[in-house]
């Protein structure tokens, strides 16, 4: 079975801090990783996504995560956070076959 | 412009009452999923099709039922409602992906539903 745990579930920053969320998965074949945004009233949509190669994965809007696997870990980053990053991260892990799991989610609150 | 739609967007209903979310999608895509969103429980997978006429539980399939007798349609049933279905849905789809990879999903923009 697979799973994804999220370790912060609400996190408050003031602008130009530095995020980074952590993700942790379990699963025991071929990983596929992603970071999914929903915005306030809005689609959730991919951030970044790791399936091989380059660990180091950069995706939308400067976010970016890497992918370590004798941690099991998929961690979010972002040098400088905005007020428009105010958002629920959610970390998923997902097969080829069609099955999905996604962390609890992080409220990410940006302060301006 | 391509997209995942979801009707109705917002529905309060009786429990017991059968009702239907419908869920399409134009962009050819061959896997559709539904996931459920609760405060603090992140997105659970209710069910999820490969293609037409193939589906599969996800990890909250109870009290649920799906088809995908079309590609771009894949409609969710809930056909005795009840309180602890109460929850905002989401329908997703995607393409297959190659040799391991899987793509990412495209969200719909969710039907928040309330059973009494």
């Known amino acids: 079975a697979q799973s994804v745990s999220q370790h912060n579930h609400h996190v408050i920053l003031s602008e130009a801090a530095s995020l980074e969320l952590g993700c942790n998965y379990s699963?025991?074949?071929?990983?596929?990783l992603f970071w999914y945004v929903q915005y306030p009233g809005q689609h959730l949509q991919l951030l970044l996504k790791?399936?091989?190669?380059?660990?180091l994965v950069k995706g939308i809007k400067g976010f970016e995560a890497e992918f370590i696997k004798s941690k099991f870990s998929f961690n979010l980053r972002k040098p400088s956070v905005q007020w428009s990053d105010t958002a629920e991260y959610f970390c998923a892990v997902s097969t080829n076959a069609g099955k999905s799991t996604f962390g609890d989610g992080t409220t990410l609150t940006v302060k301006p | 412009e391509a997209q995942v739609t979801q009707n109705p967007r917002y529905l309060i209903t009786v429990t017991g009452k059968k009702l239907t979310v419908t869920c399409s999608q134009n962009m050819n895509h061959e896997y559709m999923s539904w996931y459920r969103q609760d405060p603090g429980l992140g997105l659970r997978q209710i069910y999820y099709?490969?293609?037409?006429?193939?589906?599969d539980k996800g990890d909250v399939p109870e009290g649920y039922k799906v088809s995908r007798k079309e590609k771009r349609n894949f409609p969710l049933i809930l056909e005795s409602p009840s309180p602890n279905q109460t929850s905002l849905y989401f329908c997703a789809s995607r393409k297959p992906g190659l040799a391991g990879a899987v793509n990412e999903q495209f969200f719909g923009p969710g039907t928040r539903l309330t059973v009494l």
């Open positions: 790791y399936f091989s190669g380059d660990p």
């Open positions: 099709s490969m293609n037409v006429e193939v589906t």
């Open positions: 699963y025991g074949g071929t990983v596929n």
